[in-house]
């Protein structure tokens, strides 16, 4: 396989100094890694600073692939949009194309029409806005947000264009939702713009009284999804975007597990 393609999720380092960012660099490009997904407050230790920020990636010969950013709760809405123009102007000129999105947080009790549409509505002015920056924005379904069950991930596809919003789906944050991730990926396939590859634990019982979420999540092929299965999907749909790993909490270290996570996809990914 083309192992530029193989991207790791650098947040565990940190996102609040320089100092973070660059022992991620360090370490990921040791490893092999080519490109990388941060997230937009980790653009702020560099206070915005296009040419501090390059020097970093192009020291490291790393590039970035995605950047990820979360809806705030719904009476916050408007902090989305505060700064977003200064953001994607950085994101742009890093030469990014992509942006993962995370659902509004603070889900309510009841996910009823209303709701529904809302999610709709500021998704899609969101997605407009950085379509204007030439950046692709994919629905990333998260657990104990405003997408994260399967009817929800319908919502928000089925009633948005595809050229404005994309899907990236993250196969464990599926799985802990009890969403049929296969079915997902095979219905969705041609929308899918970016990758979240990690595994997890079987899980049982309502994903909304699981505990302690990220314990359950484990580096690629100690749990219970089939990336065989996820790969031919993918491949099927002629899927040649970034394949990103990621795990959140690493069991002994970051550098290990995406070490790991990087050796899983280049034996696996055929």
Same mark, same amino acid.
């Given at each position: 396989?083309?192992r530029?393609?193989?991207?790791a999720?650098?947040?565990?380092w940190?996102t609040?100094?320089?100092e973070?960012?660059?022992q991620a660099a360090?370490?990921?490009?040791?490893?092999?890694y080519?490109?990388f997904?941060s997230?937009?407050y980790a653009?702020?230790a =560099?206070?915005l600073n296009l040419?501090?920020y390059k020097?970093?990636i192009?020291?490291?010969d790393?590039?970035?692939?995605?950047?990820?950013?979360?809806?705030?709760?719904?009476?916050?809405?408007?902090s989305?949009?505060?700064?977003l123009d200064?953001?994607?102007?950085?994101?742009a000129?890093l030469?990014?194309?992509?942006?993962s999105l995370?659902?509004t947080?603070g889900?309510?009790q009841?996910m009823?029409?209303g709701?529904l549409e809302y999610e709709?509505?500021?998704v899609s002015?969101?997605a407009?806005r950085?379509k204007?920056?030439?950046?692709?924005?994919?629905i990333?379904?998260?657990?104990?947000?405003w997408?994260m069950y399967?009817?929800e991930?319908?919502?928000?596809l089925?009633?948005?264009?595809?050229d404005?919003?994309s899907?990236?789906p993250?196969t464990?944050h599926?799985?802990?939702?009890h969403?049929d991730?296969?079915?997902?990926i095979?219905?969705?396939g041609?929308?899918v713009? =970016?990758?979240?590859?990690k595994d997890i634990?079987?899980?049982?019982g309502?994903a909304s009284?699981?505990?302690?979420v990220y314990?359950e999540f484990?580096?690629?092929?100690?749990?219970?999804i089939? =990336?065989a299965?996820?790969f031919?999907?993918?491949?099927?749909?002629?899927?040649?975007?970034p394949?990103?790993?990621?795990?959140d909490v690493a069991?002994?270290s970051?550098?290990?597990?995406?070490?790991?996570n990087y050796?899983?996809l280049?034996?696996?990914?055929?």
């Open positions: 396989m083309d530029s393609r193989i991207a999720a650098i947040w565990p940190g609040d100094t320089k973070q960012m660059i360090e370490d990921i490009s040791k490893i092999g080519k490109s997904e997230v937009k653009l702020y =560099f206070d040419k501090d020097e970093v192009d020291r490291y790393i590039k970035p692939a995605s950047f990820y950013f979360h809806l705030p709760e719904r009476e916050n809405e408007a989305i949009f505060e700064n200064k953001e994607l102007d950085m994101i000129g030469g990014v194309k992509r942006i995370q659902a947080a889900r309510p009841v009823d029409k709701n709709i509505d500021i002015r969101f407009e950085t204007e920056y030439g950046i692709k924005t994919s990333h379904p998260h657990f104990d947000t997408v399967e009817n991930v319908d919502n928000i089925q009633n948005t264009s595809a404005v919003l899907l990236a993250d464990a599926l799985v802990m939702c969403c991730v296969y079915k997902i095979e219905r969705y041609d929308r713009h =970016f990758t979240h590859l634990k079987e899980i049982k309502d009284a699981t505990q302690k314990g484990c580096e690629l092929g100690q749990g219970c089939d =990336f299965r996820i031919k999907l993918l491949m099927n749909h002629g899927y040649d975007g394949l990103c790993e990621e795990l069991p002994i970051n550098v290990l597990s995406a070490k790991n050796d899983f280049v034996k696996s990914y055929k």
